[in-house]
């Protein structure tokens, strides 16, 4: 079957670095994405990960090991503006989004 | 570049009336679009996967004669709630697809049913 989990609530200090993992199962996989979504709009794109290894993009990092179905992404310098839910989906065989319930991180001053 | 739009942003309807969304890729053609749905406080839902001129994918437990959806053309794809009730009252968001991985997001569309 397919499963992907992520942790429902972090917090954070504004300035500090901040991980938010993924995990998921699957027989047929495309790569894994990471979205944002801030309360009330559609999901904006952060990372694409389909092969092992660090993809940094500036305050943000995407990780991805295939053989232990994990993933995680990486803020750094938080700032208030980074609170938002964090979703990640996986592709499955199918080109299908296999959506995690999102991590809600709030950050505090 | 890859700009999804839809519209309306939000809607207000009475309990029993259909109510249309659309979704366009402005800048590229979408073979494929998804249709999802988001209640407050939980992850997106898939509801349909529309290909082009072909009938659409509905995921299980979402009916297909309630949520019709119509993709006439490889930039436009409409859903439309049709007999809405409170119960449909939900965010509604659209994806486009150009090519076989990355999806763009439609910046949804708010429905509440009176």
């Known amino acids: 079957g397919q499963n992907i989990d992520q942790p429902t609530e972090m917090t954070a200090t504004e300035g500090a670095i901040v991980q938010i993992n993924c995990t998921y199962q699957?027989?047929?996989?495309?790569?894994l994405f990471w979205y944002q979504q801030h309360a009330g709009e559609a999901p904006t794109f952060l990372s694409y990960?389909?092969l092992d290894g660090l993809e940094e993009k500036g305050r943000f990092s995407s990780f991805l090991s295939r053989s232990k179905g994990y993933s995680y992404l990486l803020l750094k310098e938080l700032q208030m503006k980074d609170s938002a839910s964090y979703l990640c989906a996986f592709v499955d065989s199918n080109y299908q989004l296999i959506w995690g319930a999102g991590t809600k991180l709030i950050i505090k001053p | 570049g890859a700009v999804v739009s839809q519209h309306p942003s939000w809607v207000i309807c009475k309990s029993g009336t259909s109510v249309k969304i659309e979704c366009r890729s402005l800048d590229f053609q979408a073979t494929t679009m998804f249709w999802y749905r988001q209640f407050p406080k939980q992850s997106l839902m898939l509801m349909a996967t529309s290909n082009e001129g072909s009938k659409a994918t509905y995921e299980q437990g979402v009916e297909k004669d309630k949520f019709l959806i119509n993709h006439a053309s490889l930039t436009l794809s409409t859903l439309t709630v049709t007999s809405a009730h409170p119960e449909d009252s939900s965010f509604y968001i659209c994806?486009?697809?150009?090519?076989?991985?990355?999806?763009?997001f439609g910046p949804g569309t708010r429905l509440t049913v009176l």
């Open positions: 994806s486009a697809r150009p090519g076989e991985v990355e999806q763009f």
């Open positions: 699957t027989s047929g996989f495309n790569g």
């Open positions: 990960n389909v």
